[in-house]
């Protein structure tokens, strides 16, 4: 199995473009999160989902979108990318809530110049 | 706002010392709490799970304690080995919400361990 993979792994953007980030999950998990991690913060929520089609804010949402189409896939959009988003981004998913564990992609590393 | 704070920041000890890392928690109200391990560059490896209504979890060298009560937790190595450096983070979720809103985490425990 896979497991979480996060797409891509490496991205450097001039400030004002946009990008996607995908994750894909193949354990048929039901909830999935983004969250991003920054020296001396750790790690934060960006916005989760708790199902198809479901989306909610964590705690740091601004300047990102999201969708969930399909069960396995949870997109994270940038639509005008800012020096204050280049950071490690990461997913994760679990199958109920977070009674179980939490498993995480490899992370995708985003600069902003 | 839950806040979680993990002591040491850092911590270097030679091979074959057994070690404890520390977590504390603002709010007791939590739905579990688990430790991670994150080597760098990569992602994070969940290690030990702890059930809201649980006490301790074990995992061969590893063992976790949890009281709710005074917000703290603590991950036990033993017996260190040099493969066991690496980020250890702790991380809880809110009774509220089912866990569902996803985990509060620590800044984490930079841990090396000397050959």
């Known amino acids: 199995n896979a497991g979480v993979t996060q797409t891509p792994k490496f991205r450097v953007l001039k400030t004002g473009q946009s990008m996607t980030l995908l994750c894909a999950q193949d354990?048929?998990?039901?909830?999935m999160y983004w969250y991003r991690q920054d020296p001396g913060m750790g790690l934060r929520l960006i916005h989760y989902?708790?199902?198809?089609?479901?989306?909610a804010k964590g705690e740091v949402p601004d300047g990102y979108n999201v969708s969930r189409l399909k069960k396995q896939n949870f997109l994270l959009g940038l639509e005008s990318a800012a020096p204050s988003q280049t950071s490690v981004y990461f997913c994760?998913?679990?199958?109920?809530?977070?009674?179980?564990?939490?498993?995480f992609g490899e992370g995708s590393r985003l600069t902003v110049l | 706002k839950q806040e979680v704070t993990q002591i040491p920041a850092a911590l270097s000890v030679p091979e074959g010392e057994n070690l404890v890392l520390n977590c504390s928690f603002t709010?007791?109200?939590?739905?579990?709490l688990q430790w991670f391990r994150q080597d760098p560059g990569k992602g994070l490896t969940s290690l030990l799970l702890?059930?809201?209504?649980?006490r301790e979890q074990t995992s061969g060298r590893l063992n976790a304690s949890l009281d709710k009560s005074s917000g703290r937790s603590t991950l036990y190595i033993a017996a260190s080995q040099p493969g066991d450096s690496a980020t250890y983070l702790c991380?809880?979720?809110?009774?509220?919400?089912?866990?569902?809103?996803?985990?509060?985490f620590g800044k984490g425990t930079h841990l090396i361990i000397q050959p």
């Open positions: 991380a809880v979720s809110l009774a509220i919400t089912g866990g569902a809103d996803g985990l509060t």
């Open positions: 709010d007791s109200a939590i739905y579990n």
């Open positions: 354990m048929n998990h039901e909830y």
């Open positions: 989902s708790v199902g198809e089609g479901t989306t």
């Open positions: 994760a998913s679990t199958p109920e809530s977070v009674s179980g564990e939490l498993f």
């Open positions: 702890i059930q809201s209504s649980q």
